[in-house]
């Protein structure tokens, strides 16, 4: 049934209509010869969705149940003569249809029937008018609040048409997993749109000291989430982590969160540890026979440190004799991309590469350059053009000299030539890396493929390009690379706070300190070298004494295996506004309290929290057009349980799985759709097919296998129990209810130009936050037949009985204890 076919048939049937009506006819006969016409032969029901005149006990027959599998609803039929009374409105509140009495009576029957058959959605009609309403609410919400849909009469039904087929067709109904009836726009404001509120376009001032201090962090820290910048020898040494275990730490579901070889193709080599993996890698580089191998794809999660790998790898860790024979020349292909249509240039930038990183291979040599072209100068001078010079030696050297700059010139050529002079006399072979080609569109990325393919048959070198999992995932059985036949191996992130340890280190033991003054409060200060390296040694100290910081802990939960993330996160920290360096230095001994190191990653030197702008995720916030705050909790524990039935063997389940128990307990699917892709976006969850390592996230997910990851466990769980991301989140969490925003707005105020509000208004403003998501969640859509825990957990219920609690007992404040009595 199509939507072009249904008018047509409606407008021939609305003729026959017109008798009917002459007639005195039943209910039975407006269901058989109205309705049915309508449902089936208008609205594309079939017979096997609808049974008819079901006994239900102490209501007696209803007339109609049509179900789709996930979504059910009842039609209650009245005579044809019967009008409705109803208003000109294309929308009306339920109590306003109820001052009518003869629309109380079948109202009220209708909401019978549905209350016995636990369903919520219902229609009303004699044939001819509709009515069309949730008749019953599980949210906690007056049902005589809800608005019904009325098409009153067959002409306003023509004239509306294209309403009334998207909200009774099966085809529509099947999409939307429910009957969709758009209530009027909900009351929605943030505290961080209050006019009142001072300095929202401003960045946190500071003073002097902590000025010059955040200058030194710059310059020590500026490269500490920059791997491309780990070329030195030494400095590999000294940052790089071997991937002992994968696992991550203190973990009790260890098994979901292994950073292991992917199983989507059997070609992935099963190595977990990498320094088996640099072994295998350098057996497949160069074997007895000297064969040329086939390209090598490394493999591996956005951030997980494939480019570390390969700098360590060919600087460090192979072998002296390998990496004699296989001079190497490393390519970050976002700097060649745009120079595709024009090869010569990308062969004269791996010349470049190769004269600068080899230089004891000579050949840029003159006496190297002949032996390069030595067949083709000995051609020329035994029986060629230049016979004639073989007694005129001078003349003869300038001839071969002009020979080779031509050459030269040729990049393409020449690179050719000297690949072909490596392997024989020299037996060598040349080996290019091709590095960050998954940072680029698909159809350069595509373009690269096709280059180093073209690259490895020319050329008879070694070629190694390294990819993200997720684009390999989508590529490996479709042209052009399902024309290679590589080598893959899986790079897999190392232990984070083992990385985050060496790399502070490195920094604080090799950085040149120097003497820096300035003013603070009319004094002159002086930062001597000692003191400065006593700060970073004491901020190393604070991160790594103590096992479980929970510093470390909330950098590796919300970002491994991204490592680069992870670095990004620890950077913002140091170069925040908001980060106290001054206090630290003044100290000989300091801790850094996790809420302050939160609150500088999540700010930087912005004055409020914007979800939008930042790396701390608000889990608070409905995605686009839902408005329920408790969705994605509700997502994530869903998935956390699954994984639990299965002890985290198979945790990953369909989506589709996820979305059917969702809508049948009341939830919109468009709505749940939108909330799972947020929750991909930002790692809350993972698709098998590893969408989330690709730039785009798709559409529609609903055919995907999906888990819950570390990350979102730790937000569902620990995070959103914390006094101090309740804090932040709450001033960019839309406010549904009038009444309670203006009590948080009357309570919210601007920080101070050092970044702090009072804290005893941040207290009274989360309790008055907590009490609307605990108002909010009686309004949930709540299932108490479903099996599922996460679909009946009271989720508020949870957040106060956890960490949030223990939180606030342990502030210091007179009248925090008459406070926890009336979150109770």
Not at 9 to 20: G, H, V
Not at 22 to 40: A, F, G, N, Q
Not at 515 to 525: P, S
Request: proline share 3%.
């Amino acid at each position: 049934m199509t939507i072009d076919k249904a008018l047509d048939t409606f407008n021939s049937y609305k003729k026959e209509f017109e008798a009917l009506k002459k007639e005195s006819i039943s209910e039975t006969d407006t269901r058989c010869k109205i309705l049915d016409r309508v449902l089936i032969s208008v609205l594309g029901w079939e017979e096997e969705n609808i049974s008819r005149e079901n006994y239900l006990e102490k209501t007696g027959f209803y007339d109609y149940s049509i179900s789709t599998g996930l979504a059910s609803f009842v039609v209650e039929a009245k005579k044809t003569l019967n009008e409705l009374v109803l208003p000109k409105s294309k929308k009306v509140k339920l109590k306003t249809l109820l001052s009518a009495p003869v629309n109380r009576e079948i109202i009220e029957q209708i909401r019978s029937y549905l209350i016995a058959s636990s369903l919520t959605h219902g229609v009303i009609s004699n044939g001819h008018q509709f009515v069309i309403a949730r008749f019953i609410n599980t949210n906690g919400e007056d049902w005589k609040e809800n608005s019904a849909i009325i098409f009153n009469g067959f002409e306003d039904i023509t004239d509306r048409f294209i309403d009334f087929y998207e909200t009774l067709s099966k085809e529509h109904i099947l999409q939307k997993g429910r009957i969709e009836i758009r209530e009027e726009a909900k009351f929605d404001k943030k505290l961080i749109g209050l006019s009142k509120l001072l300095r929202k376009n401003e960045k946190l001032v500071r003073n002097e000291l902590s000025d010059k201090l955040i200058n030194i962090i710059d310059i020590i820290f500026r490269e500490i989430d920059n791997t491309s910048t780990l070329d030195g020898i030494d400095t590999l040494k000294e940052c790089y982590v071997f991937n002992q275990d994968v696992r991550k730490h203190h973990s009790e579901m260890s098994l979901m969160f292994q950073d292991s070889p992917p199983k989507f193709d059997e070609k992935v080599l099963g190595i977990r540890n990498t320094v088996h993996t640099q072994e295998e890698i350098e057996k497949k580089l160069l074997d007895g026979s000297f064969t040329l191998p086939n390209p090598i794809v490394l493999i591996g999660g956005k951030g997980a440190g494939k480019t570390t790998f390969i700098k360590y790898f060919f600087k460090v860790s192979i072998k002296e004799n390998t990496r004699k024979k296989i001079p190497s020349v490393y390519i970050d292909f976002r700097s060649i991309y745009s120079h595709l249509d024009n090869p010569s240039i990308i062969c004269q930038k791996i010349l470049d590469e190769l004269y600068n990183e080899h230089p004891t291979l000579k050949l840029k040599n003159y006496s190297i350059l002949k032996r390069i072209y030595k067949e083709e100068i000995k051609q020329r001078t035994n029986d060629g053009l230049w016979t004639m010079f073989r007694d005129k030696p001078d003349e003869l050297e300038l001839r071969i000299n002009k020979f080779i700059e031509e050459k030269i010139a040729d990049s393409e050529g020449h690179l050719k030539a000297i690949s072909k002079y490596l392997i024989n006399p020299c037996h060598k072979r040349l080996c290019i890396i091709f590095d960050n080609v998954d940072q680029l569109d698909f159809n350069v990325q595509k373009n690269a493929f096709l280059f180093a393919q073209s690259i490895h048959l020319s050329l008879k070198c070694i070629i190694i390009v390294s990819l993200r999992e997720g684009y390999y995932y989508q590529w490996k059985d479709k042209p052009p690379f399902d024309a290679y036949q590589p080598n893959i191996f899986h790079i897999t992130a190392p232990p984070y706070r083992d990385v985050l340890k060496k790399r502070i280190k490195y920094v604080v033991d090799n950085h040149t300190y120097s003497e820096t003054e300035g003013r603070l409060k009319n004094k002159t200060f002086r930062l001597s070298d000692a003191t400065q390296q006593t700060f970073f040694k004491n901020l190393y100290k604070t991160l790594f004494r103590r096992k479980n910081s929970e510093i470390l802990e909330f950098l590796e939960q919300t970002s491994y295996p991204n490592i680069r993330l992870g670095l990004e996160k620890f950077n913002n920290f140091l170069v925040s506004g908001h980060t106290k360096v001054e206090e630290y230095m003044t100290k000989d001994d300091f801790n850094i309290p996790i809420w302050e190191f939160v609150k500088s990653v999540a700010l930087e030197s912005n004055y409020y929290y914007y979800h939008n702008k930042s790396k701390v995720f608000n889990i608070f916030y409905p995605s686009y057009p839902g408005g329920n705050h408790f969705t994605k909790l509700r997502i994530l524990h869903y998935l956390i349980n699954e994984a639990e039935l299965t002890s985290y063997v198979e945790h990953y389940i369909p989506s589709s799985k996820l979305l059917d128990s969702f809508v049948k307990c009341g939830y919109n699917r468009e709505n749940v759709l939108s909330e799972l892709q947020e929750l991909l976006k930002f790692g809350l969850i993972n698709c098998e097919s590893y969408v989330s390592d690709t730039h785009e996230i798709p559409l529609d997910i609903s055919e995907f296998q999906i888990s819950v990851t570390q990350c979102g466990i730790y937000y569902s769980t620990h995070l959103l129990a914390e006094f101090f991301y309740m804090d932040l989140v709450l001033q960019d969490t839309p406010i549904y209810d009038s009444k309670h925003f203006d009590n948080l707005s009357h309570l919210f105020s601007s920080p101070n130009p050092h970044g702090s509000r009072p804290m005893d208004r941040r207290i009274q403003c989360v309790e008055a936050f907590i009490k609307y998501l605990i108002s909010q969640e009686t309004k949930d859509r709540l299932d108490t037949q479903t099996d599922n825990k996460a679909l009946r957990m009271n989720i508020m219920k949870y957040i106060l009985d956890s960490n949030l609690r223990a939180r606030m007992k342990s502030l210091s404040f007179n009248h925090l204890k008459g406070i926890m009595v009336n979150l109770d």
